[in-house]
């Protein structure tokens, strides 16, 4: 799957009204920080969005303790 059909199939499944998506600012400063590290502005983007779309799912507040969690897991798969 290209990165632009991964960020539409997110986006589509956050658009289900059970499931309210993440709001845009955040995702932003989420994705501040992969592009500050050298990532690509879409593929940071997300990134982003898939790490506070699981932080909603789970419960989970987004901290950088959760993001070195999380990307442990992505990492395993």
Same mark, same amino acid.
């Given at each position: *799957? @290209?990165l =632009?059909?991964?960020?539409? /199939?997110? =986006?589509?499944?956050?658009?289900?009204?059970?499931? #309210? /998506? #993440? $709001? #845009? !600012? @955040?995702?932003?400063? +989420?994705? &501040?920080? +992969?592009? $500050?590290?050298? *990532?690509?502005? &879409? /593929?940071? *983007?997300? =990134?982003?969005?898939?790490?506070? @779309?699981?932080?909603? &799912? @789970?419960g989970?507040? #987004?901290?950088?303790?959760?993001?070195?969690? +999380? !990307?442990?897991?992505?990492?395993?798969?």
């Open positions: *799957m @290209t =632009e059909g991964h960020i539409k /199939r997110l =986006e589509r499944e956050r658009d289900h009204p059970a499931n #309210p /998506r #993440p $709001d #845009p !600012e @955040t995702v932003k400063h +989420w994705a &501040s920080l +992969w592009i $500050d590290a050298g *990532m690509e502005e &879409s /593929r940071a *983007m997300a =990134e982003a969005l898939k790490f506070l @779309t699981h932080c909603q &799912s @789970t989970v507040t #987004p901290t950088f303790m959760a993001l070195n969690k +999380w !990307e442990q897991c992505e990492i395993g798969r």
